[in-house]
């Protein structure tokens, strides 16, 4: 699972399209002008991040809009706090262990 997630954010362009899709929803040509990429490549990119679940496309017009979809992101964000939580486990047993380790102060 975070592998296909990571694998599709570890193209530094798509990770840029990511970057620049946070701020709002753009069509295909205006995000190929924003990165000076041209629209193949961008498609190209779409398709994979699109497969991933980062986004989804809405038809308008003639036009197909872009935009971010959040559970891919809040599977990112579960996967790093699982980390967090072991190393504050770890980081208290470190503490608890140095204080019984450590010289008492008494009065010199």
Known sequence: MQATLFRALSEPSRLDIVELLRTRP?????IAEALDLRQPQVSKHLKVLSEAG???VEPRARQR???????PF????RW?????RLWEVRLDSLGDYLETIAPEEGPS
């Not at 753009?26 to 205006?30: C, D, S």
């Not at 809009?65 to 559970?71: G, M, P, R, S, V």
């Not at 809040?74 to 964000?77: P, V």
Request: charged share 30%.
């Open 80 to 84: 790093v706090d699982s980390f967090e």
């Open 74 to 77: 809040e599977r990112i964000t």
């Open 26 to 30: 753009y069509p295909v040509g205006e």
């Open 65 to 71: 809009i872009y935009h971010l979809h959040a559970e």
């Open 54 to 56: 980062f986004v989804e």
